[in-house]
């Protein structure tokens, strides 16, 4: 009797709390103004169907407490390996940023008994402390008070403050208005600091409405007032946004140089707290934009300075920072020491719980279940001397997304039981964790409503809608979703609403499959808007592409192709791999710079298009023949051993002694996965080349080795690979005088082996084709640019060392003063790019994906993308050897016969193939990517 009076007390606990998100006609106002959801549900419930619901989900509700046992908290939970749905720690950062607007300490003159400065200070700290509506309360009052004193500046200042905190409530109407204002009180004589800080809040506003063109705009006058000022951090700051700017532009180079203009100036300066600052805002937004190596650099020369001069209240800031980078570069012993460092050294109860949140998650992440636990107990004890104090946190959004934070990892932990020896012991941990997290979940949707902070509110609502998913309990992650979702829109907040959407469609896959359908459109839509903005800047829920982006566009193509698919939902699923493909390279690029070419129905009459797509129970192939409906066929077999099947066979055609029938086997395996059910229709439609858009771990594998039983398919077509039709359209190679510029290297350089067959390689296609040669200390950086930028050839063949990888600052090519990475390269060739005479070929001989990389070949692609050139042929594993010389030297005699790229290569590697070179480790490492005709 006492356990049912408590599991109907916490009930009712939790649906008391529920009941107060919203009133009614709140929702109705937020389901009239944004919800988009095509969807056969009642989001809006009628007053005399409440009590029939909550009824209902008592009983849930009810059970779920009975599962959640009531007993300590223990540190010796049972944990497995599973993946969830989560933010991750990383993502709710406190960043130490010279470039967000900060309210500042300039005043005007005011009688002594004014209150505007007391009520202004009073709201700095309220806003200091994350309490925004209570700022808001305060600075309403200053600009009262300002507006009785006839105080012109003054309400200029409190407009400003107000514009920042409606920023961080993500209210943008009022954030608009607010900034507005301000600007119509100042005139041009107005102190220039004052005016340079409401145009930096201006130009953040702008940002969070969409309009980078005007943010840019305003930052560069924020910075020339900042100058007047002789501000210099204003002046460091108001770059930085502007490099924020042009990257949301997809203007990456201007970007780039200005970040690399920015770091020259900061080093030109003498170590001092300002130059320490500018080197760590510097270094997050490097890290932001995927350059992990320089961030590293600028960060750690950040700390030592700090470390140098004391800087006790910046230094923790700037170690999470550093972390945060050495995470991402997969150091990640390093990584954890410095969260550790940073908890120490943190002045605040919000910077250390931050820092032992993310060290957390990459424990988790990294599968270092025991310290996990470890250090969760930690967090969660109620010992007066434990410096996290989790349940002591002061109130703020902060202290909100924190503790949704940490109840999603807990979370995850309940997810990680394994096989323990007494069951029921490893489930009652299990449900002890979920419950826990639960309750950290209800504590946090109370202070975010204390707050007035919606947004906050949505996420809590949402995790604890996930908690709820994952316990299979379907009506109430439904209810919680639909509130989160509601929450969100109703405050422009689609970084989150996106989730929430994505969350319902998982829930409503469970029982009715068309509205999911339905809702996981609408998800994609709404992260399509927004997905490039995530890119170039770091907002508080800046996403991780393979957990927040890419699942969202693989289950959606699952969901659509069933056996009962129409051909609309097969164009759909179509749609949405080319989608994921763009999105993965805008992604390794961390930049917007990505612009879809043509229509995908452009296509080469005599070529097939597969789309092979890695499904967790299933390989899905849709496949596109020229004038026809697309057909789709599903071999019932796991990612993992799709996967467990490619690295084998990669790891058989690069070892040279490997026999024809081991590599045969696990060919032909692949072949009957992919290529088998639809080779009888390949041959009726007299079919020449097959294209490939690539997913997963397929990239780095050739399709030209997959064998049928009899032939590899290179002997029966010809072969290339895309990384979506949207970036590469199959436009014939122009009839005009084929020349080129080729380089490499022979010698050893930056502890690379010498490469003895490249000079014989450079020697020989010069007798094919006529052009320059760069050799050894001719080949360098600057005189690559010089050359090919000069000259009008198609063609630019490089033969040297080379590495791709899933990491743009670690793919690159090699010349002799330097590594050229793949940023550094579009730079190199952008006078070229912006001529007419575009570069058809990029051939680079010598090149090899990352080893341990399964996404390496993403460089590849990405090499070929900056390098503006309309195809790439390029190899996956390095082969030094004579046969190189004879495939390429062939490839260009039958370009020269008119061939297509696709057939030409064919032919070359036919001419190994049935030569003494039949090995696939000679022929099968070359692959096209890009243009195939």
């Known amino acids: 009797m006492k356990l049912r009076q408590r599991l109907h007390h916490f009930s009712n606990q939790v649906y008391k709390r529920l009941s107060r998100f919203h009133s009614r006609q709140r929702l ?93 200070e009073q709201g700095r700290q309220s806003y200091q402390a994350g309490q925004y509506a209570d700022a808001i309360t305060l600075w309403q009052q200053a600009l009262t008070a300002a507006q009785n004193a006839d105080d012109s500046l003054q309400q200029a200042r409190c407009f400003n403050y107000l514009a920042l905190a ?72 108001s770059q930085i946004n502007q490099a924020q700017a042009l990257q949301t532009l997809g203007l990456y180079r201007r970007a780039q140089r200005l970040l690399e203009a920015i770091n020259q100036r900061l080093q030109s300066q003498p170590d001092s707290p300002l130059k320490a600052l500018g080197l760590s805002s510097l270094g997050t937004v490097l890290q932001v934009a995927g350059n992990l190596t320089e961030s590293q650099q600028v960060l750690q020369q950040s700390l030592a300075i700090a470390e140098q001069l004391d800087m006790r209240a910046q230094l923790s800031d700037i170690q999470f920072s550093l972390a945060n980078t050495l995470r991402s570069l997969q150091s990640t012993p390093e990584a954890l020491r410095l969260y550790q ?53 002061p109130s703020s959004r902060d202290a909100v997304y924190l503790q949704v934070n940490f109840a999603t990892q807990l979370g995850q932990l309940a997810t990680r039981l394994p096989q323990a020896n007494v069951q029921a ?39 604890l809608a996930h908690l709820y998913e994952q316990t299979q309990q379907w009506q109430t992650a439904q209810t919680l979703s639909q509130r989160a979702l509601l929450l969100a829109q109703s405050v422009n907040a689609d970084d989150i609403a996106y989730r929430w959407q994505w969350q319902l469609g998982r829930i409503l896959k469970q029982s009715d499959p068309p509205a999911a359908k339905a809702v996981y459109s609408e998800a994609l839509q709404t992260l399509n808007l927004i997905r490039r903005d995530l890119l170039s800047t770091h907002p508080e829920f800046q996403v991780s592409f393979r957990s927040d982006v890419e699942p969202l566009y693989r289950e959606l193509v699952d969901l659509l192709v069933q ?92 070892l040279p002694y490997t026999s024809d029938r081991e590599i045969q086997e696990l060919a032909q395996q692949l072949y009957s996965w992919m290529i088998q059910p639809m080779a009888a229709t390949l041959r009726e439609n007299q079919i020449q080349t097959l294209v490939f858009v690539q997913d997963g771990a397929l990239q780095s594998i050739p399709m030209a080795a997959l064998y049928d039983g009899e032939r590899y398919l290179i002997e029966t077509y010809s072969i290339a690979l895309t990384p979506g039709l949207r970036l590469f359209g199959p436009k014939p190679l122009e009839q005009v005088a084929l020349t080129a510029v080729t380089a490499g290297l022979t010698e050893s350089r930056h502890s690379f082996e010498p490469l003895e067959f490249v ?89 090899e994906t990352a080893i341990g990389d399964k996404r390496a070949a993403l460089g590849l692609a990405g090499m070929a993308v900056q390098s503006g050139a309309r195809s790439t042929l390029a190899s996956l594993w390095l082969i030094d050897d004579e046969s190189t010389p004879l495939l390429m030297t062939q490839f260009y005699q039958e370009l020269k016969t008119g061939l297509s790229r696709a057939a030409a290569l064919r032919q070359a590697q036919l001419s190994l193939l049935q030569g003494p070179y039949r090995h696939p480790r000679f022929w099968a490492a070359f692959v096209l990517l890009g243009n195939w005709r």
């Open 341 to 393: 460092q940073a908890a120490n050294t943190a002045l605040t109860p919000v910077g250390r719980l931050q820092s032992q949140l993310n060290r957390l998650s990459l424990l988790l992440d990294t599968q270092q279940n025991v310290a996990a636990q470890m250090l969760a107990a930690q967090i969660l004890s109620d010992d007066p001397d434990n410096p996290l104090q989790l349940n002591r946190l």
């Open 166 to 237: 409606y920023l961080k409530l993500a209210d943008w109407q009022r954030a608009e208005q607010a900034i507005a204002e301000s600007r119509q009180r100042l005139t041009p004589q107005t102190n220039p600091q004052l005016l340079a800080q409401v145009l930096n809040t201006q130009g953040q506003v702008q940002l969070g409405l969409g309009q980078p063109e005007a943010a840019l705009a305003s930052w560069q006058q924020a910075e020339t007032y900042y100058a007047a000022a002789q501000d210099l951090q204003g002046q460091i700051g």
């Open 563 to 654: 056996p009962d698919a129409s051909p609309a939902d097969l164009q759909l699923a179509r749609e949405a791999i080319e989608a994921l493909r763009v999105a993965e390279l805008e992604n390794f690029f961390r930049s917007a710079c990505i612009e879809p070419a043509q229509q995908i129905d452009s296509i080469d009459p005599t070529a097939a298009i597969f789309y092979p797509i890695l499904l967790p129970n299933q390989l899905l192939v849709i496949t596109s023949l020229p004038d026809q409906p697309l057909r789709y066929h599903v071999a019932p077999v796991s990612q993992t051993e799709v996967e467990r099947v490619v690295e084998s066979f990669r790891r058989r055609l690069i």
């Open 759 to 847: 000079e014989v390689e450079l020697t020989q296609i010069r007798s094919a084709i006529p052009g320059d040669i760069l050799l050894n200390q001719d080949f360098t950086s600057s005189s690559l640019s010089t050359t090919v930028n000069a000259s009008a050839a198609p063609i630019l063949h490089i033969a040297t060392h080379g590495q791709f990888s899933s990491q743009s600052d670690q793919t690159f090519i090699l010349a002799w003063d330097q590594p050229i990475t793949v940023s550094r390269f579009s730079q190199l060739l952008q006078a070229r790019q912006e001529r007419p005479n575009t570069l058809e070929l990029l051939v680079l001989s010598a090149c």
């Open 28 to 120: 109705e106002e937020c389901l009239k103004r944004k919800l988009r959801l095509k969807l056969k549900l009642k989001l809006r419930l009628p007053l005399s169907q409440r009590s029939r619901y909550r009824s209902r989900g008592l009983v849930i509700l009810a059970v779920f407490t009975f599962l959640c046992v009531f007993q300590p908290f223990s540190i010796s939970w049972p944990l497995v390996a599973a993946p969830t749905h989560r933010v991750d720690a990383s993502f709710l950062a406190a960043q130490l940023h010279l470039s967000e607007p900060e309210p500042d300490a300039y005043a005007t003159q005011t009688t002594a008994d004014s209150p505007i400065e007391p009520l202004i």
């Open 425 to 463: 012991d490893a489930q009652a941990n299990a449900q002890t964790v979920t419950q826990t997290a639960a309750q950290i979940l209800m504590r946090t949707i109370q202070q975010a409503q204390s707050l007035s902070d919606p947004r906050a509110e949505s996420y809590a609502v949402g995790q």
